[in-house]
């Protein structure tokens, strides 16, 4: 299931998915966030500490060279329900 990778943090007005399969610990998007949202935990992951400070700049988005990290707006269920297409990119086979 490819769900359990993938760390959700929402507040019912933005939504920020970390995909830690994808995620290969470069730590870019710490490093961009400009409101210190971002961290690394011990397992070498980004992590939403700070999830109030974060104005949807989208810079992590966009700066992840694995897009394993996102950030939506929209409101509870309805970006809820959006969620993110979970689509494998690429792939290696299977
Ligand atoms: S969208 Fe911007 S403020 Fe929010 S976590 Fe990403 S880089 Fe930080
Ligand atoms: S930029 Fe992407 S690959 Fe690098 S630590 Fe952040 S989420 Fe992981």
């Not at 980004?46 to 992840?64: A, F, G, W």
Request: proline share 4%; aromatic share 4%.
């Amino acid at each position: 299931m490819e769900g359990e990778h993938i760390r959700r943090y929402t507040d019912g007005k933005i939504l920020i998915e970390i995909n830690e399969q994808w995620c290969k610990g470069c730590g870019i998007c710490v490093e961009f966030c400009p409101k210190k949202v971002l961290a690394m935990n011990p397992r070498g992951k980004p992590e939403v500490i700070d999830l109030e400070s974060c104005t949807k700049c989208q810079l992590c988005d966009l700066r992840c060279p694995d897009f394993a990290i996102t950030v939506e707006e929209g409101q509870d269920e309805s970006i809820l329900a959006t969620g993110r297409r979970v689509e494998k990119k690429g792939g290696m086979g299977s």
